[in-house]
């Protein structure tokens, strides 16, 4: 066959497939459209009935919740809500925080004085004991019968000087009868004296014994915080024992050293001369829990001149035992008081281009700055000078948006919970954790 009859059959076939795919997309396109109109109609319908939480949160927005929240972002009125508190007068400490390491009063190793089986331990272990308290006993025989021999001798050296003396009297008697000659009489009376010396040395002898019997008894030296036992019953003890019995801490009084800068030295040697208690707080580690209340006992006799610090000595009563040696402890030292000084809330002093200022409520319920000079602080309270009078209205909360001359609502904490009972969604928001300033900041 010619290739031109093979041309135009293969023309014919693409023309029929072609029209057979038009008359099939015709007949599926009507059934396309259908789906997506119904389709289209069914999300118009949702839209609808159900806005968006967008558009929700928007009314909510511009819905105010007792007006809170239009105020809150310059709505209608445009006022800012804050938090005041009034200027006083009132006293102010002036104090010095450091790190303090307690030390026991007095500390005693109880050792033997003697050699001897411990018999008994008369004590618990970490109770407070007194000065005499018996703390143990060591066996007393070997020392008893010491004490029974020197007391035998000197009974004996007794006996024979009474009767040297006797011999002594009877010999002047015949020496003035010239019955004896001289010399008799002398070498008794130096008899005499010699068994005198003999029995000094007896009756000596006899008070060591005794003593060394009282060691058996191995009583407190001191009044404290007895330790753990450093011997057990039975063993052998001896005065050349490195750990002893048992040690002994005076922890009633208990002392504190710490530092503090040397420019507090001449308020410090102040308060001392003149008699002036200062006042020594000790604080748990956290600085949360006062633990103790001290006073200032001495100073140190030299400042450190790797730190230009002088170290203190306080004594504490610690009759609750709060305090143990060498515990670590926060101080705070109080200098003076400052009475009857203007003071603000900490939290109401600023720091800007100006220096440190406060915003200042006027009777209008507008705003004013007010440069203050800071002082010392003392319980969230500082001591201020400046152009403010006592029961003046400072702002203490929500100073982020103020601006000089703007207005402002007071409010309370009660008013601010009040203004969100009725909010939709309190219920959970009250059970969640409250989100940081920096995440609500940045949410707003």
Known sequence: MHPFHHLSLDCRSSELASVARRAQLGRTLPWVLAIVLVAGGGGLWWYKS????????????????GGAGTRRFGGVNNAQPVSIELVRRQDIRVTVNAIGNILASNTATVRAQVSGVLQSLNFREGEQVKTGQLIAQIDPRALQASVNQAEGSLARDQAQLDNARIDLSRYRDLLAKDAIPKQQLDTQSALVRQLEGTLKVDQATVESTRLQLSYARVTAPISGRIGLKQADLGNVVQPGDANGIVSITQTRPIAMVFAVPAAHLPGINAGLKANQPMEVQAW?????????????????????????????????????????????????????TLSQVLA???????????????????????????????????????????????????????????????????????????????APGNAAKRNRPRASAPAASAAR
């Open 50 to 65: 159900h806005p968006s939480a967008s558009a929700v949160g928007a009314s909510t927005t511009s819905t105010p919740a």
């Open 284 to 336: 748990d580690r956290t600085g949360k829990k006062q633990l103790a209340l001290g006073r200032v006992a001495s100073i140190d006799n030299a400042i450190d001149p790797t730190t230009d610090t002088i170290k203190i000595k306080a004594l504490f009563a610690n009759a609750d035992d709060a305090l143990f040696p060498n515990q670590s402890v926060s101080v705070t030292l109080q200098l003076a």
């Open 344 to 422: 603000v809330p900490q939290a109401a002093v600023l720091r800007g281009a100006q220096g440190f200022y406060v915003y200042l409520v006027n009777p209008d319920n507008s705003v004013s700055t007010k440069v203050v000079k800071p002082g010392t602080v003392d319980g969230g309270w500082m001591a201020v000078q400046g152009e403010l009078q006592s029961g003046d209205k400072v702002v203490i909360d929500g100073t982020d948006r103020l601006r000089e001359g703007a207005k402002v609502e007071v409010i309370t904490a009660d008013a601010k919970l009040g203004a969100n009972v009725g």
